[in-house]
């Protein structure tokens, strides 16, 4: 365990580091903190937390800088979070209650927000609709042809598939298979209905059995084609305003991490579905995000995740920030959620 001074010349180096971008030396220290010790106690303390493991020279007669140990350290012991004013967390709310309606359009602005209030690259995730309930369906015609299936889960996805249709129905059908399956259906995990169901639709609709055979495949067939991963991307290029990233080889392997969706997904949602959590370089699981940090949070319904945000940035993140903005924003997109769709 580190004693007080240490951890005070510790979180010096951290803020200073995370401030400037630039190696932190004994002088340096002794000038801007008030740490109540001479430039030669400083060195020593420095050369201990060094040996430790908490700080690291990146180059020969060059200042130190944090290592991962070190900001995590920082993020767990004594990491002071922003408070966001409650005049910032109303106009929060109020943007987007204004903004949005449906839950992707949710998850494009929160990401987008994200962004803009942290000054890094943030990801929003879908809930994956294979993993959703089936809260209604509605079966609308649009011509003699053609009908379209309006299909709301209890996670807010709402998708409307056109289905082609080979026989006439009337509209007064219609109505009563939409009555039919939502009494069948309501309720249901779309990764858990069965083939077997349009045997027991076929039975309720003997006169009608074609079309139903017809309708239930097509629909569940639009649910997996949209099941893959549903994902909101806004500030990529935030990463170049960051001189570490001048480096054009960590550029680049950054940018192909934001571009391969999968491997991004499977990161972002490798975190624990309780709360938020902040995973920092060599603590990742990929190679690709070694040198990043990623602060990851759930937004959830009646303590249900269904999807996940995450801000991306170099190591040197200011991490007081990214989380307190991060625990308003999922906050306020959990209780959206909540009322808009219970």
Request: charge should be negative.
């Amino acid at each position: 365990m580190l004693n007080e001074r240490k951890l005070k010349i510790l979180q010096a180096i951290i803020q200073d580091y995370i401030e400037t971008a630039e190696p932190v030396g004994s002088r340096t220290l002794s000038k801007k903190y008030d740490l109540g010790v001479s430039p030669a106690t400083i060195r020593n303390e420095m050369a201990d937390l060094e040996e430790l493991g908490f700080i690291i020279q990146p180059h020969t007669s060059a200042g130190r800088i944090p290592s991962d140990k070190g900001y995590r350290l920082y993020v767990d012991e004594f990491m002071s979070l922003k408070k966001m004013v409650d005049i910032e967390r109303d106009y929060l709310e109020l943007d987007l209650f204004n903004k949005v309606a449906e839950i992707e359009q949710i998850l494009q602005y929160s990401s987008k927000l994200l962004s803009q209030l942290t000054n890094y690259t943030a990801v929003a995730l879908a809930p994956q609709i294979k993993e959703s309930k089936l809260k209604h369906i509605q079966l609308v015609p649009i011509d003699t042809e053609n009908m379209l299936a309006v299909i709301v889960t209890d996670s807010g996805m709402v998708k409307k598939p056109i289905i082609r249709l080979s026989d006439q129905v009337s509209k007064s059908s219609f109505q009563t298979m939409s009555n039919f399956l939502n009494d069948k259906l309501h309720g249901l995990a779309i990764k858990n209905i069965e083939a077997s169901l349009i045997e027991i639709l076929s039975e309720e609709f003997i006169n009608s059995s074609s079309i139903i055979d017809k309708i239930i495949p097509e629909i569940f067939q639009s649910l997996d084609e949209v099941s893959h991963i549903n994902m909101f991307l806004n500030g990529a290029m935030n990463i170049f305003n960051f001189p570490e990233y001048n480096d054009i080889f960590k550029a680049k392997s950054f940018l192909e991490l934001l571009e391969e969706k999968e491997l991004l997904s499977s990161l972002i949602t490798s975190f624990s579905n309780e709360g938020l959590s902040v995973s920092i370089g060599s603590e990742n699981i990929y190679k690709e995000a070694k040198d990043c940090s990623l602060v990851t949070a759930t937004y959830k319904v009646d303590n249900t995740t269904l999807g996940w945000l995450s801000v991306i940035g170099p190591t040197r993140m200011d991490y007081s920030t990214v989380v307190s903005v991060m625990a308003e924003v999922s906050k306020v997109i959990s209780e959206l959620l909540k009322n808009r769709y219970k």
